[in-house]
């Protein structure tokens, strides 16, 4: 069998998760290939080369890949797809933008979010916020996957994979990048951080979450939100962490102020460690956390900024 | 400019879902039921089109049994102006939805479908991207801002890093995120006046399309139970346990 992964990646650098979506590929069995299609993007294709297990890495380098637009994708994963029964990518916000609409082209199904592989046609995947995990068999002789990186580990990097050059060019003509408002930072992303700080509604207001920071910066954690924090207003849309923001998983996750909705826990419960600081000693996040704290987190949190 | 707005029936984004005894599925009997969250964002970024004179009629649509009639006359309270139901008792890949939207598309002819961009029982996150694929329409997912600009419509979209806005081609496809807008409630006269408003049943099997499922759902279990742990009295005991019983900080 051979199975094609689409990389994840900014042209800059290669978004680590996609180390996982290898993993998973893996978890399938059979020759893997690796797709980079992107613009300027040579540092990406240096590191995809390296990634354990990969038979070859696809390039297309165009200005027509430079934003990941879903129509020009869609169309050169299309085109490629003759030679994979599997065409797996990351579930974050560009695979699971593109892979539906190569799924829709190839006329087949499309699983996403699969944490699991049962067999090289049947996957596991959570429904319903995490509230029920459901063990699906695609019946399509072409399988398009989205992966929820939680569920796999990291293939190393010490590959040498060969680097094959490709010229087509998938200029559907419907759609143009306008602008990006990204959020800097000098933390670690959220996906790939192995200590997560986030704050809910308890927070109060944007200004308060300063107080994470001295805790981020001793931990090296990247900082996270509640959806009531970013409903809010307190901070941008991609700290979101629940079930329809960023799905987590890192050693530590130290919830604070946040109440623990259910679409909130379902994007962090499968943390290794989970560390709740709340007043109320009612509220629903205790009963996911390995440690709870019963405290106005305006006084826990200088503490253990103080004690680290 | 016709928008046409796919809606989905879903259980209670307040309601704890239960996994059936045998595993077959999960349990819906009995449990209160309402439009898709994400759905009724759509509902309402297409009436505000209307009041704000671009949009010109609002179209719901749904697809299932007789029941999720119940979510479009609440879509038609909101503002849509009239609703279609395609009726089918199976439960259907998002692929066959989007078929089926694809064939009310080409006979609608609509400038702009709004839909949400999940479902919260399946989690999927498909229908719009394929319903794009199918009408060879451009798409904008996980919208934040939608705003008209002549014969385009720029739509401000939540990226892992950010923000990222597209221009896109009319008709165009636009999924929505949590933050496009606020819905309103439906109010008591608009509730009635909606009882009145069009509503067309449609079976499923007359749009000659092959709804034969894709997938085969082989169980459902309930996920792991995460064990509660310990309420610590201090932070100096919270700092001890890090350090030496889980040794996730050093």
Redesign the interface.
Same mark, same amino acid.
């Given at each position: 069998m051979s199975i094609l992964v689409i990389v994840e990646h900014?042209n800059g650098s290669l978004k680590t998760e996609t180390l996982k979506t290898v993993g998973a590929a893996q978890k399938i069995g059979g020759d893997i290939t690796l797709l980079v299609a992107g613009f300027n993007c040579q540092n990406v294709v240096d590191a995809a080369a390296k990634i354990n297990g990969v038979k070859k890495v696809l390039v297309c380098d165009n200005a027509a890949y430079e934003?990941q637009?879903?129509?020009n994708i869609?169309l050169l994963v299309t085109g490629l797809a003759a030679d994979y029964e599997h065409i797996l990518a990351t579930a974050?916000?560009?695979g699971?933008?593109?892979?539906?609409?190569?799924?829709?082209?190839l006329?087949?199904?499309?699983?996403?979010?699969i944490i699991a592989v049962e067999s090289s046609d049947?996957f596991v995947r959570?429904?319903?916020?995490?509230?029920?995990?459901?063990?699906?068999?695609?019946?399509?002789s072409k399988k398009v996957i989205t992966v929820r990186t939680t569920g796999f580990d990291a293939v190393a990097t010490d590959g040498n994979a060969e680097v094959v050059t490709l010229d087509t060019v998938t200029d559907?003509g419907?759609?143009?990048?306008?602008?990006?408002?990204?959020?800097v930072s000098e933390r670690p992303?959220l996906?790939a951080a192995t200590?997560i700080i986030s704050g809910g509604r308890g927070m109060q207001n944007g200004e308060n979450f300063k107080l994470l920071d001295g805790i981020a910066d001793k931990?090296g954690a990247a900082i996270g939100a509640s959806?009531a924090a970013?409903?809010a207003g307190f901070v941008?849309?991609?700290m979101q962490v629940g079930?329809?923001g960023?799905i987590v998983a890192p050693?530590?996750y130290i919830a604070v102020g946040i109440s623990g909705a259910?679409?909130h826990l379902a994007g962090m419960?499968d943390s290794?460690?989970?560390?709740a600081i709340n007043k109320d000693?009612e509220a629903p996040i205790?009963?996911?956390?390995?440690?709870?704290?019963?405290?106005d987190l305006f006084e826990?949190l200088p503490?253990?900024e103080s004690?680290? | 400019m016709k928008v046409l707005v796919p809606i989905k029936r879903v259980?209670d984004?307040n309601v704890?879902?239960r996994?059936k005894p045998d595993h077959s599925n999960?349990d819906l009997a009995n449990t209160k039921m309402a439009i898709n969250p994400f759905c009724e964002i759509a509902i309402e970024e297409a009436v505000r089109l209307k009041e704000a004179g671009i949009a010109t009629e609002v179209i719901a649509i749904s697809i299932g049994d007789k029941s999720c009639q119940e979510q479009l006359r609440t879509a038609l309270a909101l503002g849509a102006d009239r609703a279609i139901q395609i009726e089918t008792d199976e439960s259907l890949?998002?692929?066959n939805i *989007?078929k089926l939207l694809q064939k009310v598309v080409e006979e609608e002819q609509p400038q702009l479908v709004i839909l949400g961009?999940?479902s919260?029982?399946?989690?999927?996150?498909?229908?719009?991207?394929?319903? *794009? *694929?199918?009408t060879?329409?451009?798409?904008?997912?996980?919208a934040?801002e939608v705003k008209f600009d002549g014969d385009k419509v720029?739509v401000t979209?939540?990226?892992?890093?950010?923000?990222?806005?597209?221009?896109?081609?009319l008709p165009a496809i636009v999924t929505t995120?949590?933050?496009l807008n606020e819905p309103r409630y439906a109010s008591l006269p608009n509730i009635m006046k909606a009882k009145r408003k069009p509503l067309v049943v449609r079976p499923a099997a007359d749009f000659g399309i092959d709804l034969s499922?894709?997938?085969?759902?082989?169980?459902?279990?309930?996920?792991a139970e995460?064990k509660?742990?310990?309420?610590?009295?201090?932070?100096?005991e919270?700092?001890d346990?890090?350090k030496n019983e *889980?040794k996730?900080?050093s």
């Amino acid at each position: 069998m051979s199975i094609l992964v689409i990389v994840e990646h900014d042209n800059g650098s290669l978004k680590t998760e996609t180390l996982k979506t290898v993993g998973a590929a893996q978890k399938i069995g059979g020759d893997i290939t690796l797709l980079v299609a992107g613009f300027n993007c040579q540092n990406v294709v240096d590191a995809a080369a390296k990634i354990n297990g990969v038979k070859k890495v696809l390039v297309c380098d165009n200005a027509a890949y430079e934003h990941q637009l879903a129509e020009n994708i869609s169309l050169l994963v299309t085109g490629l797809a003759a030679d994979y029964e599997h065409i797996l990518a990351t579930a974050l916000t560009t695979g699971k933008n593109f892979m539906p609409r190569v799924a829709a082209l190839l006329d087949v199904a499309q699983i996403s979010d699969i944490i699991a592989v049962e067999s090289s046609d049947t996957f596991v995947r959570p429904i319903y916020a995490g509230n029920a995990i459901a063990t699906v068999q695609s019946l399509d002789s072409k399988k398009v996957i989205t992966v929820r990186t939680t569920g796999f580990d990291a293939v190393a990097t010490d590959g040498n994979a060969e680097v094959v050059t490709l010229d087509t060019v998938t200029d559907a003509g419907i759609s143009s990048h306008v602008s990006d408002e990204f959020t800097v930072s000098e933390r670690p992303d959220l996906g790939a951080a192995t200590v997560i700080i986030s704050g809910g509604r308890g927070m109060q207001n944007g200004e308060n979450f300063k107080l994470l920071d001295g805790i981020a910066d001793k931990l090296g954690a990247a900082i996270g939100a509640s959806r009531a924090a970013v409903d809010a207003g307190f901070v941008p849309n991609d700290m979101q962490v629940g079930q329809t923001g960023k799905i987590v998983a890192p050693d530590l996750y130290i919830a604070v102020g946040i109440s623990g909705a259910i679409q909130h826990l379902a994007g962090m419960k499968d943390s290794k460690v989970i560390v709740a600081i709340n007043k109320d000693p009612e509220a629903p996040i205790f009963q996911v956390a390995d440690y709870g704290i019963v405290a106005d987190l305006f006084e826990a949190l200088p503490e253990l900024e103080s004690k680290l | 400019m016709k928008v046409l707005v796919p809606i989905k029936r879903v259980i209670d984004y307040n309601v704890k879902v239960r996994v059936k005894p045998d595993h077959s599925n999960v349990d819906l009997a009995n449990t209160k039921m309402a439009i898709n969250p994400f759905c009724e964002i759509a509902i309402e970024e297409a009436v505000r089109l209307k009041e704000a004179g671009i949009a010109t009629e609002v179209i719901a649509i749904s697809i299932g049994d007789k029941s999720c009639q119940e979510q479009l006359r609440t879509a038609l309270a909101l503002g849509a102006d009239r609703a279609i139901q395609i009726e089918t008792d199976e439960s259907l890949d998002a692929l066959n939805i *989007a078929k089926l939207l694809q064939k009310v598309v080409e006979e609608e002819q609509p400038q702009l479908v709004i839909l949400g961009k999940q479902s919260i029982d399946s989690d999927n996150n498909q229908t719009g991207q394929m319903l *794009a *694929a199918l009408t060879g329409m451009p798409q904008g997912t996980f919208a934040s801002e939608v705003k008209f600009d002549g014969d385009k419509v720029n739509v401000t979209r939540e990226v892992d890093g950010g923000l990222q806005t597209l221009a896109l081609n009319l008709p165009a496809i636009v999924t929505t995120d949590l933050r496009l807008n606020e819905p309103r409630y439906a109010s008591l006269p608009n509730i009635m006046k909606a009882k009145r408003k069009p509503l067309v049943v449609r079976p499923a099997a007359d749009f000659g399309i092959d709804l034969s499922p894709r997938t085969k759902l082989l169980k459902v279990t309930p996920p792991a139970e995460r064990k509660a742990g310990v309420i610590v009295e201090s932070i100096d005991e919270l700092v001890d346990k890090l350090k030496n019983e *889980a040794k996730v900080i050093s």
